[in-house]
């Protein structure tokens, strides 16, 4: 039997346990569940301009501190918890990337049916057979506009394109990776379903 070490994976994720057992366990994994949505949507948000270890190592901590990403607690949220969050060093103490927390689960509030919405978006199954994972899509550029259309901030395109690699919209593990058959499946029968 293969050792969780040495098992052949996605070379981005080597080096870390903690970035193997993400890669492991959730990268690539659709995601249906609006509040499971909003809060990766969230935290690849958090990520702009860092690196993903820096997300992955604080994410504990930014799940008690935000409320498990409770969409109405965080649309709640006031100027006196900004000012804690902005002192505190378990979180990304950015006020614009915090601000946004807020003003976006404002906004996903009002969109009935979040997950669809945001699945609406995603490639039919089969489009892309990447050589070289890209940065960006059409799809993650749709995406990118129409919530910067609503409101939302720290959505870019290429924020939008990692957050459907990790939500499942993408099968983006290397084809001799050993998540790649079972997520490969994963992600067609959620594409499927739409």
């Known amino acids: 039997m293969t050792s969780l070490v040495t098992r052949k994976r996605c070379s981005w994720c080597e080096g870390s346990d903690l970035y193997r057992h993400y890669h492991d366990s959730e990268w690539g994994v659709p995601l249906k ?47 006196a918890h900004l000012e804690t969050w902005l002192g505190d060093p378990g979180l990304i103490r950015h006020r614009g990337k915090l601000e946004a927390l807020v003003s976006n689960a404002q906004l996903a509030l009002t969109i009935e049916d979040f997950s669809s919405w945001l699945w609406s978006f995603a490639a039919p199954a089969g489009t892309y057979q990447h050589t070289q994972v890209p940065a960006e899509t059409p799809e993650s550029q749709n995406m990118s506009k129409a919530l910067k259309k609503a409101g939302f ?42």
């Not at 993903?52 to 498990?68: A, G, P, Q, S, Y």
Request: contains cysteine; hydrophobic residues 45%; charged residues 25%.
């Open 33 to 79: 569940d609006k509040a499971a949505l909003f809060r990766l949507l969230m935290l690849e948000g958090q990520q702009a301009g860092l690196a993903w270890i820096t997300v992955l190592n604080k994410r504990e901590h930014m799940d008690h501190v935000f409320w498990d990403f409770d969409l109405k607690k965080l649309a709640e949220a006031s100027a």
């Open 153 to 194: 901030r720290f959505v870019g395109p290429t924020i939008c394109y990692a957050f459907m690699q990790s939500a499942g919209m993408v099968n983006d593990h290397h084809p001799s990776c050993w998540r790649f058959e079972h997520c490969e499946k994963l992600v067609n029968e959620a594409l499927s379903a739409r």
